[in-house]
């Protein structure tokens, strides 16, 4: 497929969510209230039969939604059932002709039924659209949830798998209510249950409270109490969704109110602790203020302007959390790079000498550690070379420790000039440097210690206005088979830098 063509089908299954066809075209409600055929049904709660009187030209197919509706049937005047068909929607195949039927429906809130008659070709493809739009909507939550899943495993943190949590919870919600599982599952009555929709409605809400507080720091930038006034409210509407299986309808239809007002109450908190998180410069905070303005607005049309567009009640909610979820992966992303970053600034920070730019004892073996971990499947041969200055007590004694700092710094430098890039030096602590590097054969390994000894075995330091000769003695280990610890080594190369200091102090006094 083209992409002009992709853009084409892409445009006309949009197009197709927008268009409604003529509701309740050839059949009217005349029983217990006439009414007009454009005209939505009102429901009560509990069960409720209504007598439309048909004439169709066609054979064709009535469906309506099951968000707010348990059970339904549809019946002729003798009482035969009209045959149902396998749909997120219940829809029944009725035939053309003049005739009356009994619809029978069992109501879970006081609101409209939107029926709808329309031919068998034009109700498939609506059907079908709507399913491949509930697939992709499912497909993408679940992608987006194991993503996220997986950053937060790569960096330990379980903080990332509230968003998991969120979004399964979400996607779990929406297949409940826009009736997906009615295909999989026809005639089972719980898939209806608008208990199960509140208890995933509940569930999606507490957990993208605690996702977006743990990604925008809420309990390091926010008051106590208002931190413990939010986890609070969602905990009352994940409280209130699992109660809905255990009252009356008409409680639970009051319980419904509530937890939509409450749960826009959290989200405009929530709303409003992300604009200090910006102003506090907290990574992510934009991209998560953009989401919660997303699914404000779809909140509003969801819970407050159902009876303003069908459309937009029934999908803008779905589109806004689509979107919503993408930007917070994006977010989460952010942060995981963030965190990165700052661990690994920590790792250089808690890794280098505060004096000379090389590495600590700490991050030395941590790194030399790793380099023997590679030697074992590299092979080769590693170099181990011990540096202690002579007789540096002196330098300080003589031009102060200021310019003993300074000296240590320009040897240390001396020593990076003699280090290929992958070369592991560090500073032990005074006057101690230690050089660890990998070779590919045993006289490049022995070379390197020989290079190493001869540079440093006379210095001439130009610091400030001061020419300050220094030496230093220069032990070295070739170490030809694979290692698993690291002490053997530093002892062998510290033993020999000692015997070469020996000789030098020797050959010093004859």
Known sequence: MTSKQFAFVLTVIVLSCFWSPNTHAGCTVISPQPMAASA????????????????????????????????????NKNGEDFNPLQ???????????????RLTVEAQRERFLNVVVENADDAQYRNSVHLVMLSLFTGFCLALAVYVGVLGSS???????????YIISAGLFFLFQEGILNVFLPGSAWVNWIEVKYLFAGLTVF????????LLEFRAILPRWQLLALQSAALIVLILSVSHSFVSLGVSAVLGQVMGSLTLLIMLFIAAATGFAMKRNIASAGLVMIAMMIMLSAMILRVYLHDISPFLHRYALIFAVAIESLLLAVAVAEKVKKLGQERHQAFIHASTDPLCPVLNRRGWESAAMAMLNSHQGNNGFL??????????????DTYGHSIGDDALKVVSQILINQCREQDLLGRFGGDEFVLLSHCFSEKQATRFIERIAQRMSKLTLHIGDSYIKIGASVGGKVVPTPQHELEPLLQAADQAMYKKKRERQQLATE
């Open 383 to 396: 170099s181990v070379v011990f540096i202690d200055l002579d007789d540096f007590k002196s330098i300080n």
């Open 87 to 101: 749909s997120a929607r219940k829809a029944f195949i009725i035939p053309r002709g003049n005739y009356t039927a």
């Open 40 to 75: 939505p049904i009102p429901l009560t709660l509990g069960t409720q039969t209504f007598v439309l009187s048909c004439q169709l030209e066609q054979v064709s197919v009535l469906h309506f939604p099951m968000d707010i509706v348990t059970t339904a049937s549809l019946t």
């Open 207 to 214: 957990t993208a409270q605690r996702f977006i507080a743990k």
């Open 155 to 165: 960096i330990n943190n379980t903080a990332f798998y509230a968003y998991s949590a």
